[in-house]
């Protein structure tokens, strides 16, 4: 995972061994342009010394001046900040996914609940660049609509004016991500650590040709009036 030291985005990777809230505490002391912080996790879901936080141009050009943009090694705060450059493999396998959000519910959650984590976590890709307001749209289908109860998954697709690595930073900062007031932190487990997947693409199954049958195949001989027969038909069928 490489990493510029000039920022292109607002996305970041902060390398430091404390817990998340001490590392909210350290940031709010320097200053408060800050959002979404989460854990960068193992193949294996093990925890690393990374974490990918929104922060401002601005906040991070201050971070610089103070140091903070070096290395961890010997630094004696146990903090350092990075700007965070996509990968390849940040982006939806082509052919195979699309760039639309799949969001997994955890059992338990409401409509209501599930849309307002959605709307924090976007407002805040909002308000530090990633996308504009109305350029995306959050769809939770229903399994019933007399009961209100949601299908267990929802989705947020894109406008075509919302570039792809604006997309792919979005996602890959909600992934592993909580789901914040809904659970407290007793209730932290695997399922209900806020997922975020690319959406499978459709498969196109091939369009077969019609498959032209002639009067032979059908074991009839065309005689004058079969063929009058046959052209009655045609021309009544016109005509409706």
């Known amino acids: 995972m490489e990493q510029d030291s000039k920022a292109t985005s607002p996305l970041y990777v902060i390398y430091s061994g404390k817990s998340l809230d001490d590392i909210r505490d350290f940031l709010a002391n320097l200053g408060n342009d800050f959002a979404e912080l989460r854990v960068v996790r193992k193949p294996n879901r093990e925890g690393t010394n990374r974490s990918l936080v929104l922060l401002t141009p601005q906040f991070y050009e201050s971070l610089r001046a103070k140091g903070y943009d070096k290395y961890n090694d010997g630094f004696s705060d146990d903090f350092s900040v990075r700007p965070y450059n996509l990968h390849d493999s940040d982006h939806p396998k ?6 639309t959000w799949y969001i997994p519910i955890p059992e338990g959650l409401s409509k209501h609940e599930v849309k307002t984590v959605l709307d924090l976590k976007l407002e805040s890709l909002v308000k530090f660049g990633l996308f504009e307001a109305q350029s995306y749209q959050i769809n939770i289908p229903l399994k019933s609509r007399e009961t209100g109860d949601h299908d267990g998954y929802a989705i947020v697709s894109f406008k075509d004016s919302v570039s792809r690595d604006a997309i792919a930073a979005g996602r890959l900062l909600c992934h592993d991500s909580r789901w914040g007031a809904c659970f ?14 690319w959406f499978k693409a459709k498969e196109r199954k091939p369009v ?3 498959k032209v049958v002639s009067a032979k195949d059908l074991g009839i001989k065309l005689t004058p009036d079969v063929f009058k027969i ?3 038909i045609i021309h009544d069928a016109d005509d409706e």
Do not use: V
């Open 184 to 197: 407290d932190k007793s209730q932290y487990d695997e399922t209900n650590i806020f997922k975020c997947w």
């Open 94 to 99: 082509s052919g195979s996914q699309t760039y």
């Open 230 to 232: 046959l052209s009655d």
């Open 208 to 210: 077969s040709k019609p």
